[in-house]
Each structure stands twice: as C-alpha cells, then as structure tokens.
C-alpha cells in the first residue's frame, strides 16, 4: 500500500464513523429530556461522542499520512454524503432537489479550492 | 413554506462551524509532536476542549435542522480553514481558493433552502407542536396556526 492509500483508508474509516455518531446524535435530539444535563448524558450521545473521539484519533493519524494539511478536509466531504444517505436511511429526511444542487455546489468548490 | 430555517438558526450554526474549524488546527500542531509528548498533550488537550464547546452547541443546533443539512454546512469550514492556513500557517491565498469557498457558500445556501416543511425534527418538539391545535379545533384560530409556525 502507498501511502496515499493509507491515508484513503484512514479517511474513509474515520468519516464512517463520525456519520454514524452524527446519527445517533441527531437521535438524541428528538427525544424529550427532564432535564438540561439529560439532554447530554444518556446513550445515545455518550456512544455518539465516544465514536466521534475514535474518528478524531483515526484523523490525527491520517494526518502523519497526509503529504498536506488539506489533504484532511478534502476527505471529510465524504462525511457530507455519509450524513445525506443514512439521513434518508434513519431518519427520512428526505433528498431533495436543493439538497443535491446544494451538496454539488460544496463537492465542486471544495475540488476547485484543493486541487 | 411552514419551516423554513431560519437566518439565526443558520448564524448560530455557522458560528459553531468556526469553533470546529479551529479543531483542525489544533489537530495538524498535534500530528506534528512525538506521540505523548507534552507538545502532544497540550495540542491534544486544546483540541478536545474546543471539541467539547463545539459538542455542546452542537447538539442544540441539530433540534432544528436536518442532519444531512446542519452537517453540510460544516463544509464552510472551507471559509475558516482557508482563513487560518493564511493567518497561522503562512499558506499563499489564491484566486482558485477564494473560488472554491464562493462555490461552497453557494452550496450551502442552497443546501439550506432544501429542509421540507416538518422535516427538520422528526418527533421533537417542533413536530410535536405542529399538531397540537388541530385535535382542538379542525380549522384553529389563526393565532393558534402562528403559535405552531413559530415552533
């Protein structure tokens, strides 16, 4: 494996992760807490931010396998897309017509900005 | 159209997208020391703070957005990394970047155009506001059609 491929590896493991933790993130937050500290401590979130601490080392890793600091970035809009299907898989949210102009826009600009 | 996102809600959002871009950061300084050096830990200690800050408002914000939608707009990142690659890191601004970050902006407003009414919470609160003054009377006063709006 080149380095490169490393660094691919790391990213697209990294940004499963961190989608998934958004999902049950976002599960969290339609449910209805008694208090304010609930809102933060119970399950869903605590395993939420416990995988998005694992993707975060994942990053810190691939940052070593990074020829640049924006090498990173760029590979986070994986996690864009990540986050647009398993929304529609969990939570419906639907994939509308702005949504996909919209994300089109962001993956050009951010290929336009890095390469 | 009965939900759309409102301009606070997307400032609130953007605001916390600066804080998480200043993660990053830390995290290229950290990438950069000996594993569990003191450079390491505090680079590393620095990152998790911010994380933290970011966690919290984080969760506020996604009550009322999509999720597809509120972690979208994280790609303004773009913004703020360009803006510190500058500042911190002493990287050369060029007119493809200041391109690149035009498009993203782009995108990201049309992206934010994109929520459908009663999407954004499934059975939050807003959801459930929505209903309430339809079982009290069919039609509901127009007041009672605003209160839910604004909810």
Same mark, same amino acid.
């Given at each position: 494996?080149?380095?490169?491929? &490393?660094?691919?590896?790391?990213?697209?493991?990294?940004?499963?992760?961190?989608?998934?933790?958004?999902?049950?993130?976002?599960?969290?937050?339609?449910?209805?807490?008694?208090?304010?500290?609930?809102?933060?401590?119970?399950?869903? +979130?605590? @395993?939420?931010?416990?995988?998005?601490?694992?993707?975060?080392?994942?990053?810190?890793?691939?940052?070593?396998?990074?020829?640049?600091?924006?090498?990173?970035? +760029?590979?986070? @809009?994986? $996690?864009? &897309?990540?986050?647009?299907?398993?929304?529609?898989?969990?939570?419906?949210?639907?994939? @509308?017509?702005?949504?996909? &102009? $919209?994300? &089109?826009?962001?993956?050009?600009?951010?290929? +336009?900005?890095?390469? | 159209?009965?939900?759309?996102?409102?301009?606070?809600?997307?400032?609130?959002?953007?605001? /916390?997208?600066?804080?998480?871009?200043?993660?990053?950061? #830390?995290?290229?300084?950290?990438?950069?020391?000996?594993?569990? #050096?003191?450079?390491?830990?505090?680079?590393?200690?620095?990152?998790?703070?911010?994380?933290?800050?970011?966690?919290?408002?984080?969760?506020?914000?996604?009550?009322?957005?999509?999720?597809?939608?509120?972690?979208?707009?994280?790609?303004?990142?773009?913004?703020?990394?360009?803006?510190?690659?500058?500042? /911190?890191?002493? %990287?050369?601004? #060029?007119?493809? !970047?200041?391109?690149?970050?035009?498009?993203?902006?782009?995108?990201?407003?049309?992206?934010?155009?994109?929520? =459908?009414?009663?999407?954004?919470? *499934? !059975?939050?609160?807003? *959801?459930?506001?929505?209903?309430?003054?339809?079982?009290?009377?069919?039609?509901? #006063?127009?007041?009672?059609?605003? =209160?839910? %709006?604004?909810?």
């Amino acid at each position: 494996m080149t380095k490169f491929q &490393i660094f691919l590896l790391i990213m697209i493991c990294s940004e499963l992760v961190a989608s998934s933790s958004q999902m049950l993130l976002k599960k969290s937050a339609t449910l209805h807490y008694s208090s304010w500290i609930r809102e933060y401590l119970n399950k869903w +979130v605590i @395993t939420g931010y416990f995988m998005l601490f694992v993707s975060m080392l994942l990053t810190i890793r691939g940052y070593a396998y990074a020829d640049s600091y924006m090498n990173v970035p +760029v590979c986070e @809009t994986l $996690g864009y &897309i990540f986050v647009m299907i398993f929304g529609r898989i969990f939570f419906g949210e639907k994939i @509308t017509r702005n949504k996909i &102009i $919209g994300m &089109i826009f962001i993956l050009a600009g951010i290929l +336009v900005f890095y390469t | 159209m009965k939900k759309q996102i409102k301009v606070k809600d997307i400032l609130y959002l953007q605001l /916390i997208v600066m804080i998480f871009s200043l993660s990053s950061v #830390t995290a290229k300084f950290a990438s950069g020391q000996k594993f569990m #050096t003191r450079g390491f830990i505090l680079f590393y200690g620095l990152e998790v703070v911010i994380l933290a800050v970011y966690a919290l408002l984080w969760q506020q914000a996604i009550k009322k957005f999509d999720i597809s939608i509120a972690y979208a707009n994280k790609a303004m990142v773009l913004l703020w990394g360009l803006l510190w690659s500058v500042v /911190i890191f002493h %990287d050369s601004i #060029t007119v493809r !970047k200041v391109f690149g970050v035009a498009l993203v902006i782009c995108g990201v407003i049309i992206l934010n155009r994109g929520q =459908e009414a009663g999407q954004s919470g *499934g !059975k939050d609160a807003a *959801g459930a506001g929505e209903k309430e003054p339809a079982p009290a009377d069919a039609g509901g #006063t127009p007041e009672e059609k605003k =209160e839910a %709006d604004v909810r």
